[in-house]
């Protein structure tokens, strides 16, 4: 069963980083495309970052500039780095990896999240 694990959140101050991880276990499948999204309290969930297996990055206007998406392929893991972190950059942070299962099938696979929280 393929499972996404996160890790890496926290609590910080504004103007701190901090590093986000995911690794996907259990997959024999390809990945197309790993990514970070974050839901807020009373929000919706948003995307942050994403990135393809050929290294293509894609960001939320909002994190431009602050945000690094990466990835390591041999090991299945994203990691996505925060820089100079504001307090509106608090919420829940979910992984999330595009599978392909087959010629015809792809799907996405979530994580349970990880929060990360910047004080003001």
């Known amino acids: 069963q393929v499972r996404l694990v996160e890790s890496g959140g926290g609590l910080v101050q504004t103007g701190g980083s901090l590093s986000l991880s995911c690794v996907v276990f259990?997959?024999?499948?390809?990945?197309?495309?790993m990514g970070w999204y974050r839901q807020a309290p009373g929000k919706e969930r948003e995307l942050v970052a994403t990135?393809?297996?050929?290294?293509?990055?894609n960001y939320a206007d909002s994190v431009k500039g602050r945000f690094t998406i990466s990835k390591e392929s041999a090991k299945n893991t994203v990691y996505l780095q925060m820089n100079s972190l504001k307090p509106d950059d608090t919420a829940l942070y979910y992984c999330?990896?595009?599978?392909?299962?087959?010629?015809?099938?792809?799907?996405?696979?979530w994580g349970q999240g990880t929060q990360v929280t910047v004080s003001s």
């Open positions: 990135i393809t297996s050929g290294g293509s990055t």
């Open positions: 999330t990896a595009n599978l392909r299962i087959n010629e015809f099938l792809k799907r996405d696979f």
């Open positions: 259990r997959s024999s499948f390809s990945i197309n495309a």
